[in-house]
């Protein structure tokens, strides 16, 4: 798609063909521009970091470095428009209708865009001067709020970063919602926030360091002079003070972000909720790491399907979705709040007609905040009020649905949902159904509601009437059949007669020629003319009550804004609520007991993203229990890979970040004194875009952990010590898990392969070994992905390796060394060189084969040699109990003291 094809050409410029010379870039100096280039330099000189879509007719279209960038972007042609400085002017474009696709992708991809509109009708203005122009709105990654434009599911925020002078100032908004909060923290503390945000655009200082999420930063800005003032006048308050206590660098953030969004949307104020201090206590403290080790909202893969978010949404609505994300993204530590949202869907649970009530309300449900956003700023259309109605409706059969006694949280949100209905009756009786999606497309307010709006339509229509009858009459009159009469956008009505015709008409002294074609003629008459100009009148007066009518109803909808945002937030909530009551229905998933202690007793708990990963399949997934309680708070974890250890360890969790969500974990039972702080490093990666190995970034994160844990956190770490030598790693991982023991004291679940870590149990009076169960059985070996406690013997490396289809030649010499190293007593460890074992000399290109892998035991198990022995068809009933009995007896007992 190419700019500047088509009509709506409302200036005349010229336009120049592809091949008309090299495209120049943008040049520096505007003199000599033409007039609407001059246009088009004085815009981009007030927004130089963002790509300029100048409205021409009814194309956006974009030049010089604008268009290459753009086009390269879209994958769309690069042509040009005349000629200035002596060279071509790059130029591309993109149709009005379809600009949202084009805008989207062009944020995606990181740009900023600035919208500039004709601010004049191009049918009624006069004079030869270009149509004025104007930018409208810059918009941005952080201040979306078109549904093409966003992820329905995920809030869109906006953080504004303020340096003070004992704490960072931090806030966010969400300008599609109305959300605005802050917070004050210390500087440490920035990625655990932004981990937590994941905001789509950042407004900080150049000199404040934000790490990975560096590409979403924004423009430079400052904060605005007098920033109490702005920000309390923008609420129609005395002071900020009104709305909580705030650091001065929090109230310069909050005014940063507020003066942001008034810019991109040239001055039309936000509906944006008082600011509210948030701080950071009261939620789970999780760095990026920890956030990225536990696939919350996202995979690893970067999608949603594999996340624990996916996993237990079972929302009926968009609002429900990003407010389970929040809970999901922001888990609490203050047992009150945790159990008030217990008992939310505990009721629900234990109320199920009520419940499907619910739900049947909410399936109706439409995106209230982000209509109202956009209708504040002027964005919004007929399908945005169209939504208001339903959402309002909605709002009143889920107040119905909740009658009687309820938990504190469903008291609050049924009084949150009743909201006048006299806003309800009105949307419901002026907005046509189904409505329009813009306002421009007509038919938006029902007949019948606006007897002004009625009479111009009538007199519009009836024109229309007349016009189908003249027609008719042109055809007859001058023999023409096929004559007809359309609608042109520079010409008005005319009549279209085929070429073979053409010239009878002409011959006609009361019929004009309006423009010849290839393949007919463009006629009119002075009759047809009045009647044109009748009809466009009347066309346009009743757009023009149309127009009024809606803008009264939009005026009626903001003066209920306050309101009508209270019910979307309650129904948002009892979406919620309604999903974690749909997990807890299969009664597989449990409400977990919270305490203030340290507690910590997970009895048949799974892994629910696995577990939902591996739903209808033939394998099912086994669950396990984890005992952290005080007198055994360190569990250290060996066994082979491939047995389950690391998703042990993000279950566990998991867990933690569910409980204290407020929602039902995947477990029998549950038992959690409030973490305060979570790290969870399982898997790591090296960090070659800073120049961090993958050791170097284990021990960054460890060192984290040993900074900032502490009696009330709770850690999970995986392999310390893996990426160097092995005594460099065996000494590191042996002295943290000193420290996570006698120092930290917190809850830890330590998973290694140095097994000799495990004999710390008897200096180490909390540390409780574990290992996963495994069974051998000729030459293979069978992962249980049970866990038991005990030490493994040997870490099975060999046998996964064979696993992963590693030549059988370089698996039998793995062995072979494995064995030969295990009979010296482990060179490696005593410093002893590779070359003081024989076996080792002989790996050289001529060496002969070597030998055979140690077998594994074969020598058949008595339970197995007892059971072949059996015909079933000669047992008794009795006999096959006791034979039963008997096999089970003759089972061999693993080291945990459980039967294999």
């Not at 474009?93 to 379809?98: F, S, W």
Request: glycine share 10%.
């Amino acid at each position: 798609m190419t700019g500047g094809a088509g009509g709506g050409r409302a200036d005349g410029a010229g336009r120049a063909g592809r091949g008309g010379g090299p495209i120049a870039a943008a040049p520096l100096d505007p003199a000599g521009a033409s007039p609407v280039m001059a246009q088009w330099f004085a815009l981009k000189a007030a927004h130089p970091d963002a790509l300029l879509f100048l409205r021409m007719g009814d194309f956006y279209e974009l030049f010089f470095a604008d268009a290459e960038a753009a086009a390269h972007a879209l994958d769309i042609a690069l042509t040009a428009r005349g000629e200035h400085g002596g060279a071509p002017i790059p130029m591309c474009g993109v149709p009005v209708h379809a600009a949202e696709t084009y805008l989207a992708r062009l944020i995606r991809r990181g740009f900023r865009v600035a919208v500039g509109e004709q601010m004049e009708n191009p049918k009624t203005r006069t004079g030869k001067a270009p149509i004025r122009r104007e930018v409208v709105r810059l918009v941005t990654p952080g201040t979306l709020t078109e549904d093409s434009l966003l992820d329905a599911a995920r809030a869109n925020l906006l953080l504004a970063l303020v340096p003070g002078r004992a704490a960072l100032g931090a806030a966010w908004l969400d300008i599609s919602t109305g959300l605005f909060e802050t917070a004050a923290l210390p500087g440490i503390d920035l990625p655990a926030l932004l981990a937590r945000l994941d905001p789509a655009e950042i407004l900080a200082p150049a000199d404040l360091a934000l790490g990975e999420w560096e590409p979403r930063r924004g423009p430079d800005s400052a904060p605005p002079a007098d920033a109490p003032r702005l920000l309390a006048e923008a609420f129609g308050a005395a002071s900020p003070d009104a709305f909580g206590s705030f650091t001065e660098a929090e109230i310069a953030a909050a005014a940063t972000a507020l003066d942001y969004v008034r810019l991109t949307a040239s001055g039309a104020a936000p509906r944006l909720s008082p600011p509210a201090p948030r701080g950071q206590e009261g939620v789970l403290a999780m760095d990026p790491a920890t956030r990225a080790s536990l696939d919350l909202l996202r995979g690893r893969d970067g999608g949603t399907a594999h996340s624990l978010f996916a996993a237990i949404d079972r929302t009926l609505t968009a609002p429900g979705a990003r407010a389970l994300a929040g809970w999901i993204a922001a888990p609490l530590t203050a047992p009150a709040a945790i159990a008030a949202r217990q008992d939310a869907w505990s009721w629900m649970g234990a109320n199920p007609e009520a419940t499907r009530g619910l739900r049947g309300a909410l399936r109706g449900v439409a995106d209230m905040a982000r209509a109202l956003g956009r209708l504040a700023v002027q964005r919004g259309g007929p399908r945005d009020l169209s939504s208001l109605r339903a959402g309002l409706a909605a709002a009143r059969a889920a107040a119905a649905a909740l009658a009687g006694p309820v938990p504190a949280a469903l008291a609050a949100a049924r009084g949150a949902l009743g909201v006048d209905p006299a806003l309800e009756t009105t949307l419901a009786a002026a907005i046509a159904e189904p409505a329009p999606l813009r306002l421009d497309d007509g038919a938006a307010i029902r007949p019948g509601y606006d007897a002004e709006l009625d009479a111009e339509r009538a007199l519009r229509d009836d024109s229309r009437q007349v016009l189908a009858r003249l027609q008719l009459d042109y055809a007859q009159r001058f023999g023409v059949a096929s004559l007809k009469i359309r609608h042109h956008a520079q010409l008005g009505y005319v009549m279209e007669v085929p070429a073979q015709a053409a010239e009878r008409l002409r011959a006609d002294p009361a019929v004009t020629l309006r423009q010849s074609m290839a393949n007919g003629a463009r006629f009119t008459t002075g009759e047809l003319a009045e009647l044109d100009r009748r009809i466009a009148e009347a066309g346009e007066r009743a757009a023009a009550r149309e127009q009024a009518v809606f803008a009264h109803l939009v005026r009626a909808a903001m003066d209920a804004a306050p309101a009508i945002g209270a019910a979307a937030d309650a129904l948002a909530l009892l979406d919620v609520a309604q999903s974690a009551a749909g997990l807890a229905e299969s009664g597989r998933w449990n409400r977990p007991e919270l305490t203030e202690g340290t507690e910590f007793l997970a009895r048949a708990a799974r892994h629910p993203v696995v577990e939902a990963a591996l739903a209808g399949g033939a394998v099912a997934f086994v669950p396990n229990e984890c005992d952290l309680s005080p007198d055994r708070r360190l569990l250290l974890l060996t066994g082979p890979n491939m047995a389950g250890k690391s998703t042990f360890l993000r279950q566990n969790a998991l867990l933690v970040v569910l409980a204290q969500a407020g929602l039902p974990v995947p477990a029998e039972s549950f038992t959690l004194g409030v973490v305060d702080r979570l790290f969870s490093r399982v898997g790591a990666a090296d960090d070659l875009a800073r120049g961090r190995s993958t050791f170097m970034v284990e021990m960054t994160e460890t060192a984290a952990i040993l900074h900032q844990a502490g009696p009330r956190s709770l850690v999970v770490v995986d392999e310390i010590g893996r990426g160097t030598a092995t005594l460099d790693g065996l000494a590191i991982a042996w002295a943290v898990l000193e420290a996570l023991h006698g120092t930290l004291r917190c809850r830890t679940i330590f998973a290694t392969h140095f097994h000799e870590l495990a004999t710390l149990a008897e200096r180490l009076p909390r540390l409780r070994p574990h290992t996963m169960r495994v069974k051998e059985w000729k030459r293979s070996v069978v992962f249980l992905h049970e866990v038991a406690e005990g030490a493994a013997g040997r870490s099975w490396g060999v046998h996964v390796a064979e696993l992963a289809g590693v030549p059988a030649r370089v698996v039998r010499r793995a062995a072979s060394l494995l064995a030969a190293l295990e009979a010296e007593g482990g060179p490696l460890r005593a410093g002893a060189p590779l070359g003081a074992l024989p076996l080792f000399a002989a790996a050289g290109p001529d060496a002969p084969p070597p030998p055979a892998a140690p077998p594994l035991e074969e020598a058949e198990p008595p339970a197995l040699a007892a059971l072949a022995a059996l015909d079933p068809d000669l047992l008794s009933p009795r006999e096959a109990l006791e034979a039963l009995y008997r096999l089970k007896s003759m089972l061999p007992v693993c080291t945990g003291g459980d039967k294999l």
